[in-house]
């Protein structure tokens, strides 16, 4: 079945320690989006690239930074990880304009 | 700048009922999507039912359908027959025409009670 899949689906991290999340796709989606979800909200964009193209939101902390090396996959790391980064980190993928589909998250400790 | 608001941030239904969530937006554009996304208890984002701005026709996905009342910018969620399975958070998004940008609502908390 074509996926969006996350890994690791459980980060535990210190704080200040850098970590990287992974996000792939097997629906060729030319667009991918990470956000940021904590505890009953609604999911924070962080930024997205549509092929290569990055675009960041205008709010998203310079401490987080974004890669695309190929179609598939896109990562999100965050260089200097404090307390209130911890979140659940959503993928997204769509072809262009059209709806988004999730994988399943990554839930990001900060100790 | 495009604003989606669920003014229910909790529900609750017994099962086999019907329960209307409800949705409005602000925008300029004429032409978008609208979206309810379903977020299951530490489960994954899924999509439940989408309609295109330009069609009439309200959007129906089995026990879902939507009354889009596109002059009042309102796009409310019926669910029908409600089961256990649609416990969840529920969410209203907004994404005009050739745009990458979606916007989310605050999210409703539907609990479906035996």
């Known amino acids: 079945d074509a996926m969006v899949i996350q890994n690791p689906r459980y980060q535990v991290t210190q704080f200040g320690k850098p970590v990287t999340l992974s996000c792939s796709q097997t629906l060729n989606h030319n667009v991918m989006y990470w956000y940021q979800q904590k505890s009953s909200q609604a999911p924070k964009l962080l930024f997205h690239?549509?092929?290569?193209?990055?675009?960041n939101e205008a709010d998203t902390p310079d401490n987080f930074q974004s890669r695309r090396p190929n179609t598939s996959f896109c990562f999100l790391d965050i260089r200097s990880p404090g307390l209130g980064d911890a979140a659940m980190y959503l993928c997204?993928?769509?072809?262009?304009?059209?709806?988004?589909?999730f994988g399943p998250g990554t839930r990001l400790t900060v100790t | 700048a495009q604003t989606v608001t669920q003014s229910q941030p909790e529900m609750s239904v017994q099962e086999a009922e019907t329960v209307t969530l409800s949705c409005t937006y602000d925008t300029s554009e004429s032409n978008y999507y609208l979206f309810w996304y379903k977020q299951p208890p530490s489960r994954q984002m899924i999509l439940v039912i989408r309609?295109?701005?330009?069609?009439?026709q309200n959007a129906t996905e089995n026990r879902f359908s939507v009354n889009f009342q596109k002059a009042a910018k309102s796009f409310s969620l019926k669910i029908s027959d409600s089961q256990l399975g649609d416990t969840a958070m529920y969410f209203c998004?907004?994404?005009?025409?050739?745009?990458?940008?979606?916007?989310f609502g605050a999210g409703t908390r539907l609990t479906v009670k035996p």
């Open positions: 690239y549509y092929d290569k193209d990055f675009n």
């Open positions: 997204a993928t769509s072809r262009g304009g059209y709806e988004q589909y």
């Open positions: 998004a907004f994404l005009p025409y050739n745009n990458n940008d979606m916007r």
């Open positions: 309609q295109e701005a330009y069609k009439q």
